[in-house]
Each structure stands twice: as structure tokens, then as C-alpha cells.
């Protein structure tokens, strides 16, 4: 088999494989036909569910009252922790600190007590509010600052990354510095809210459409919840409306409060929460602060640092151990330190537990490492952007012997290109000239101020949970020679279905048209992985190439057998199959093979190779391999109301050989302006009581097409297959340009530090609304005394 797979190599055919295809739904999104849950024909005897919500952050729930709420009309039932026939848990880590209902203690504001089903969603809506509870309500720890105060208690165990002698590099440091940044959260806004549509079948058997990226977690707590075996429990994705890592966890309880009723009730049940209590009830972006000490030269060069990452996690663990840990991953970015110590600190607050976000905490510990040289720049004079190149990875050994390419948690870096990348983009947008251009404007201007900054990205691809870098698929040829082709990835409007199809088209020489991308279930893909970590195309598209060279392989050894020709006179090409001097049509083999009894199905899997990691010992190798990108961007600040402006944005990304470069400009430019809009005007607000403020369109400000850069231009980087073997050598896209919207970041710093002469470090925090913009403008010119 390996021979014959050998022989099968993808890379020797053409096919869809890098042609700019569209998105396989992208008709049906324009048209408004493209399905989603609650588009969904609603199946006969639907009710809907609603969640009654605590109405404090934190405290003791002396007595709750339901009758009221279940005299309402239209009231079918009321469910509580006492209706759950498994377990009152949905935690996603082994700490089970996550309960479906409260029972006693209170600990976020919006915290499900019960749920409601009634006959219409308006009347379980109404009834939902109609609860009477008693509280002895205590004071509520809502920030970083709060948490600390209070002894910082922490919701999970706390990593370590220490490479080098970091107190004697400080202290032999020429200079030093001591620092603090706080980095802003943010909340998903996915267009489709979280829903779940629950409909029981027979026996224990239970169907859950469910809004995930993780369906197979979203089955395995269905199961939980109502004390079935996983086997019992079916559950389906087609696609989302958008999830950036929102609907990992958090979609658990909706699917399970769904099928918590669908099993009472024997009925089926949809629970579709409106905005405001989406917001105010799931988790978002953590915000950080990161406390730092730096030492270096006059030079510029970072000799040491030392830094605590200490994240706002919300009433329970959820992913906050490993979104911690990989703000550490990342807290590097490009740069070498020849001696580093980095800590997190996940604390518990009581707000909604934050989650997943994209990025998945690396954007924030980027955002530490684009300080940390800022820092240095101001203290030095130097330009930022020679302090970024005299920080690079590779180059001179450093001075404890190591070669500089070794991180923090002791992975070599293998594949440095952040360095050409840079110099690529700062030759294509003039880089130099414009800044002496804005440079120029600003001595001319005293009240409008423009900026400009170019940053790296190096971001780490693969799950740091080891055993998530896994995955499955089904490829079925049918006798006409159409494909179904299932995978375990979930759709949310990243193109990662119409990718998997070009794999499939290309190992098979078929056209799109020619294979049907089947919904996402657990009942066809077992044990998947959440789509999630950018790892979607790497792993569901070799998992469904898997399945298709063993297709190929039956079809090589009974077309040799059968034409009396040698398997390597054997090739499939687009739209036909070569047989030793003949060439016949795809469908045509397949109805031969058919006909000579030929097994055209096949299950496929793969498992990310090299990758493994020690948390404890904090050591090991756990990406496989990096993502690069650099974006260069300028701004226009008024500094009278601090108000600004994107007037240009440049972009070269690394998608190494991509699979669809149509599908990763989009993600690049969606993925830059999710990243701007957290950076800048996205800030959550909580009240001295707890209460999210910031819970809808009017009062969370999202990027619209306005504040779009002005000029944007997105290049990908040509001619660098990625060095690791992965699907025809492509490399994750769905993350990393995030991250290249800390440009934005630092060409506001750049043009507030304009008013004071570049003379002073702005610190300017994230997200930097006009507010801080504005103030830190004041601060500036105090400093220098302007």
C-alpha cells in the first residue's frame, strides 16, 4: 500500500488544487438560500426554550420561585438542575467547575438558573422573566486588578516557559526597564447567534443540529448531560454563521439544554437566545495585563526578559489554560531572547467564562512582544522597525552558545522567513519614503498627526493539546463517478469545505461540480477535533486525502489487472484516467470497478507528525511548523478629539503553496480588520455590579465598511512551499492575519509619539479607542512639556 501511494503522489496530477475557486456557498450566502439552523423547516410539534438568567455577578441563591414562570401561557415545562437525568456538568476540562444550571453559588451575571419550553418562543421569551429569586449577593471580583487583590485565585494551574539565566542577563544588562500593558477582550459577534434544535428519536436516541466548531464535544456533553452513551447522540453542523472560536465550548449549553427538553418533552425543541443574552451569557477574548522587564543595549538588542501574562478568565477554567499557555507561545513573536522567563496568570473573576477566540491568546502575547521593542525603540532612538530586524530569529550565536532560533519553550525554529518577508513589504510599499513623507507632513501639521509601522507575525500551527491534531473523513465514488466527500471540519464561512473538495478533485482529476461536501456529523466522522487552531485544511484535507489514495490504490491495482498494464502506467488526470496508451473517462473506471466487485469507499485519518510537549518541564516541539506574514499600516490621528483614521494598509502573507488563494485573501482581509476592530474600537464594559454593558450593535462597536484602510493591498508571498509535508505544502491561514493588525496599533503610538518628538513610548493601550488615543496625546505632551 505504501508503494502504491507512493506511486499516487497528488503532487504529480493537476486539478483544483491553487486556483482561486470560489466559496462552495457563496452563491446561496448572496442569495440568502445557503441554510442554517434557524432556517431549518421546522419539524412538527416544535417548541423553543429559553434560559432564565441570574441578575447578579456573584453570591448565594437563597430561593428561586418558578411557579409564576410556569403558569404563563404557552408553558410546556420548566427545567432546573434537579431535571437532569446524567450529570449537571458541561465543563470542557476535567475540573467539571462548569454547571448546565446553578444550584447555590452565583458567580457571573447572566448565569442560566433554569430554562423554560413553551409552545412559541416570544411566550417562553416572556415566561423566562417571570422568575422570582432571592440572592445574599456578594461583592463581585470583575477585573485583573480586582482578582490580584483579592489573592489572585487562579481557575486553572499556571505554565512557566524559562530558557537562560534571566536574573544574572537583567543584571548584566546595560540598561533596563520595567513595564505594563493592558490588552483589551473582545466579543465574538458571530452573525448567527448560538442555537441548537434538539428532536428525539427512538429509544435514547437524540439529534442535535448545533451551531459548533466542535461537534463531537457538543455530543459527548449532550450524552453526559442526559446519562446516554455517546452512540446515542447525533450531532450535525452544515455550516455557521460565523464562529472565531466562539461556538468551541460555548455552543455545549444550548445543544444540551435543547436536548434536555427534546427528551422530557418527547418533542422537538429549539433554543435560539437573542443577542443580548448571547453576550451576556458566553464567554469572549481574554483581556491581559502583561507586567514586563526588559534589558538591553544601546544597540537595541533584547538581552532579557521577564513577564507575567496575567488574563481576566471568568467564573470557570474553560480553554483558559491553554489560551494562556499560548500567549506565552507567542510572546516572542519574531524575536530572540537570549534569556527569558514568562509566566501566565489565569485568574478567576466573576464575569462570563472567556474562551476560545481566534488567535486563541496568541494575538495578546504578540501584542506584548510588539511592546517590549516599542520600549526599546523610544529607549534607544532607534527606529522601531531596525530595532524589530536587530531582534530577529537566526543570525550570531548568542552569548550563552545557543543559535538565536531557539524559544522560549525550547523549539528550534527551523523555517525563519520573518526577516524577507519584512524586507519584501517594506521594498513593495515604499516603506522608508513614506515615513519621511509623514514625517514631513507632521512638522507642518499641529493638529492632524499621521503615523506608520511595520510588524511581523510568526505564528505556531497545531493544537498545544497534542491529541487534538487529529482527523477523519469518508470519501464515497459513486457508480457515476460523483464523490460524497464528509470530513470532521465544521464551516463558518472559511472556505475550509470548498478547500477539502479541491483535494479531493485534485487527487481524483475531477471537477468541483462533481462532489457533494455532506454535513458535518458525528454519526458519519467519529472523535473529531474542534475546528479550531487553524488546523482545519491541514488536517480534514489530508484525512480526506488519506481516503482518496486508497480509492486510487484499489482502482491502480484492478485497472493493471484488468488492462494487463503495470500499475505505474496508471495515472489519474483532470477529467480522465490514463491506462498504460488509452485514456478512458473517471466515471468510466469507476463502473468497471464497480462491476469487478471494487470497494469505492474509504475512511481516511491523519495525525500531525514531530509535534509533542512537556507543560511541566515547559519543553518540546509543539508546532509544526510557523506561518508568517508583515503588514504595513498608516494612520491620520486628530489630536484635539483623538479620533483617527486607516488610510492605508499593506499586506504580504505566507500561506506557503495556497490551496485556494481567492479563499486566503479573504481570510487575510477578514481576519485583519476582526484584528483592527479589537485593537481599536471593540471594548467590553462591565458595571460596578457586574452587568455587561456592552451587549448589542448600539453599544459594541464593531469594524464596519468604513473604517476599512482607505488603500488595502493583500499579496501573498510566491514561490515558498512550506518545509513540512503538508497538504501540497500549504500552510494555515485562518489566525495568524489577525495579528497584522497590531500595525494599526503601532502607527497610532507612532503618531501620538509625534506630538512629543518621538522622544517618549506612547504605552499606548489596546483596544485604543479616541479616549486613549486622546490621553495618551496629553500624557505625551506633559511629558515633554508641550
Given at each position: 500500500m505504501a508503494d502504491a501511494r507512493?506511486?499516487?503522489?497528488?503532487?504529480?496530477?493537476?486539478?483544483?488544487?491553487?486556483?482561486?475557486?470560489?466559496?462552495?456557498?457563496?452563491?446561496?450566502?448572496?442569495?440568502?438560500?445557503?441554510?442554517?439552523?434557524?432556517?431549518?423547516?421546522?419539524?412538527?410539534?416544535?417548541?423553543?426554550?429559553?434560559?432564565?438568567?441570574?441578575?447578579?455577578?456573584?453570591?448565594?441563591?437563597?430561593?428561586?420561585?418558578?411557579?409564576?414562570?410556569?403558569?404563563?401561557?404557552?408553558?410546556?415545562?420548566?427545567?432546573?438542575?434537579?431535571d437532569i437525568p446524567g450529570q449537571n456538568d458541561i465543563s470542557s476540562t476535567h475540573r467539571h467547575d462548569e454547571p448546565v444550571f446553578a444550584t447555590e453559588m452565583i458567580l457571573h451575571h447572566g448565569q442560566p438558573l433554569f430554562a423554560v419550553v413553551a409552545e412559541t418562543r416570544d411566550q417562553a421569551r416572556r415566561a423566562a422573566l417571570l422568575a422570582k429569586a432571592e440572592y445574599q449577593e456578594t461583592a463581585p471580583l470583575l477585573d485583573i486588578a480586582a482578582a490580584r487583590a483579592a489573592g489572585g485565585e487562579l481557575v486553572t494551574d499556571p505554565l512557566k516557559l524559562e530558557r537562560g539565566d534571566v536574573s544574572a542577563a537583567l543584571a548584566a544588562s546595560?540598561?533596563?526597564?520595567?513595564?505594563?500593558?493592558?490588552?483589551?477582550?473582545?466579543?465574538?459577534?458571530?452573525?448567527?447567534?448560538?442555537?441548537?434544535?434538539?428532536?428525539?428519536?427512538?429509544?435514547?436516541?437524540?439529534?442535535?443540529?448545533?451551531?459548533?466548531q466542535h461537534p463531537s464535544e457538543v455530543q459527548h456533553m449532550v450524552a453526559q448531560v442526559l446519562g446516554v452513551g455517546s452512540h446515542a447522540v447525533t450531532v450535525e453542523i452544515r455550516r455557521m454563521g460565523g464562529g472565531f472560536g466562539g461556538k468551541e465550548t460555548q455552543a455545549n449549553l444550548f445543544a444540551c439544554v435543547a436536548a434536555l427538553a427534546a427528551r422530557k418533552l418527547r418533542r422537538p425543541v429549539k433554543l435560539r437566545p437573542d443577542r443580548d443574552d448571547d453576550m451576556v451569557i458566553t464567554g469572549k477574548r481574554h483581556d491581559f495585563?502583561?507586567?514586563?522587564?526588559?534589558?538591553?543595549?544601546?544597540?537595541?538588542?533584547?538581552?532579557?526578559?521577564?513577564?507575567?501574562?496575567?488574563?481576566?478568565?471568568?467564573?470557570?477554567?474553560?480553554?483558559?489554560?491553554?489560551?494562556?499557555?499560548?500567549?506565552?507561545?507567542?510572546?516572542?513573536?519574531?524575536?530572540?531572547?537570549p534569556a527569558v522567563r514568562a509566566r501566565s496568570e489565569p485568574l478567576r473573576t466573576n464575569t462570563v467564562?472567556?474562551?476560545?477566540?481566534?488567535?486563541?491568546?496568541?494575538?495578546?502575547?504578540?501584542?506584548?512582544?510588539?511592546?517590549?521593542?516599542?520600549?526599546?525603540?523610544?529607549?534607544?532612538?532607534?527606529?522601531?522597525?531596525?530595532?524589530?530586524?536587530?531582534?530577529?530569529y537566526g543570525g550570531s550565536s548568542s552569548s550563552e552558545g545557543l543559535g538565536r532560533n531557539v524559544t522560549p519553550y525550547h523549539q528550534t525554529v527551523e523555517d525563519m522567513i520573518g526577516g524577507e518577508v519584512i524586507a519584501e513589504l517594506e521594498r513593495?510599499?515604499?516603506?522608508?519614503?513614506?515615513?519621511?513623507?509623514?514625517?514631513?507632513?507632521?512638522?507642518?501639521?499641529?493638529?492632524?498627526?499621521?503615523?506608520?509601522?511595520?510588524?511581523?507575525?510568526?505564528?505556531?500551527?497545531?493544537?498545544?493539546?497534542?491529541?487534538?491534531?487529529?482527523?477523519?473523513?469518508?470519501?464515497?465514488?459513486?457508480?457515476?463517478?460523483?464523490?460524497?466527500?464528509?470530513?470532521?471540519?465544521?464551516?463558518?464561512?472559511?472556505?475550509?469545505?470548498?478547500?477539502?473538495?479541491?483535494?479531493?478533485?485534485?487527487?481524483?482529476?475531477?471537477?468541483l461540480d462533481q462532489i457533494k461536501i455532506t454535513a458535518t456529523t458525528t454519526g458519519k466522522v467519529p472523535n473529531t477535533s474542534a475546528t479550531a487552531a487553524s488546523s482545519g485544511s491541514d488536517l480534514n484535507g489530508m484525512a480526506a486525502l488519506d481516503a482518496c489514495e486508497t480509492i486510487k490504490a484499489r482502482m491502480t491495482a484492478f485497472a493493471a489487472r484488468n488492462w494487463q498494464e503495470e500499475p505505474d502506467a496508471i495515472a489519474f488526470l483532470p477529467g480522465r484516467v490514463q491506462i498504460g496508451a488509452r485514456e478512458i473517462a473517471f466515471a468510466e473506471l469507476v463502473q468497471a470497478a464497480y462491476m469487478a466487485r471494487i470497494q469505492l469507499s474509504a475512511t481516511g485519518f491523519y495525525a500531525t507528525p514531530k509535534i509533542h510537549w512537556d507543560r511541566k518541564a515547559g519543553r518540546g516541539h509543539p508546532f509544526y511548523y510557523f506561518a508568517y506574514g508583515a503588514a504595513a499600516a498608516e494612520v491620520a490621528i486628530d489630536t484635539l478629539t483623538g479620533e483617527y483614521k486607516v488610510?492605508?494598509?499593506?499586506?504580504?502573507?505566507?500561506?506557503?503553496?495556497?490551496?485556494?488563494?481567492?479563499?486566503?485573501?479573504?481570510?487575510?482581509?477578514?481576519?485583519?480588520?476582526?484584528?483592527?476592530?479589537?485593537?481599536?474600537?471593540?471594548?467590553?464594559?462591565?458595571?460596578?455590579?457586574?452587568?455587561?454593558?456592552?451587549?448589542?450593535?448600539?453599544?459594541?462597536?464593531?469594524p464596519v465598511a468604513s473604517d476599512r484602510p482607505r488603500i488595502f493591498n493583500v499579496d501573498l508571498l510566491e514561490n515558498a512551499p512550506n518545509r513540512e509535508p503538508t497538504i501540497h505544502r500549504s500552510k494555515a491561514v485562518g489566525e495568524p492575519p489577525l495579528m497584522l493588525a497590531i500595525s494599526v496599533l503601532h502607527a497610532l503610538s507612532d503618531a501620538v509619539a509625534s506630538v512629543g518628538g518621538h522622544r517618549v513610548c506612547p504605552r499606548l493601550d489596546a483596544p485604543a479607542t479616541p479616549e486613549r488615543v486622546l490621553t495618551a496625546v496629553e500624557r505625551v505632551k506633559a511629558e515633554v512639556g508641550a
Open positions: 507512493k506511486r499516487l503522489d497528488p503532487e504529480s496530477t493537476t486539478g483544483p488544487v491553487s486556483a482561486a475557486q470560489p466559496h462552495d456557498s457563496a452563491i446561496k450566502h448572496v442569495a440568502g438560500e445557503a441554510i442554517y439552523i434557524d432556517d431549518i423547516p421546522e419539524p412538527a410539534g416544535l417548541v423553543h426554550a429559553c434560559l432564565g438568567l441570574s441578575e447578579i455577578a456573584h453570591g448565594r441563591l437563597v430561593a428561586l420561585d418558578l411557579e409564576p414562570v410556569r403558569a404563563a401561557p404557552g408553558v410546556l415545562c420548566v427545567l432546573t438542575a434537579g546595560p540598561r533596563r526597564l520595567k513595564g505594563s500593558m493592558a490588552i483589551g477582550g473582545q466579543d465574538h459577534f458571530y452573525l448567527e447567534s448560538q442555537i441548537a434544535l434538539a428532536i428525539p428519536g427512538e429509544d435514547e436516541d437524540m439529534f442535535v443540529a448545533s451551531s459548533t495585563v502583561c507586567d514586563y522587564e526588559i534589558g538591553f543595549d544601546d544597540d537595541g538588542h533584547i538581552l532579557a526578559v521577564d513577564t507575567v501574562y496575567a488574563a481576566r478568565c471568568g467564573w470557570n477554567a474553560d480553554l483558559s489554560g491553554p489560551v494562556t499557555d499560548r500567549a506565552l507561545f507567542h510572546m516572542d513573536n519574531c524575536y530572540f531572547y467564562s472567556n474562551t476560545a477566540f481566534r488567535g486563541f491568546g496568541g494575538p495578546q502575547g504578540m501584542v506584548g512582544a510588539e511592546r517590549f521593542i516599542e520600549e526599546v525603540a523610544f529607549a534607544t532612538g532607534l527606529d522601531p522597525l531596525e530595532v524589530r530586524r536587530r531582534n530577529l513593495r510599499c515604499d516603506y522608508k519614503a513614506r515615513q519621511e513623507a509623514i514625517r514631513a507632513f507632521n512638522a507642518g501639521s499641529p493638529i492632524i498627526k499621521r503615523g506608520i509601522a511595520l510588524t511581523p507575525v510568526k505564528f505556531g500551527i497545531s493544537f498545544t493539546a497534542t491529541w487534538y491534531n487529529q482527523a477523519g473523513a469518508l470519501v464515497h465514488v459513486y457508480t457515476d463517478g460523483t464523490v460524497m466527500l464528509n470530513h470532521g471540519g465544521t464551516e463558518m464561512g472559511q472556505g475550509l469545505h470548498v478547500k477539502v473538495a479541491q483535494v479531493v478533485g485534485h487527487a481524483f482529476g475531477i471537477g488610510e492605508r494598509v499593506d499586506i504580504l502573507h505566507d500561506c506557503g503553496t495556497s490551496l485556494n488563494p481567492a479563499i486566503d485573501k479573504g481570510q487575510i482581509e477578514g481576519g485583519f480588520i476582526q484584528g483592527m476592530g479589537w485593537l481599536t474600537t471593540e471594548e467590553l464594559v462591565w458595571d460596578e455590579k457586574g452587568r455587561l454593558k456592552t451587549h448589542a450593535p448600539s453599544t459594541y462597536k464593531i
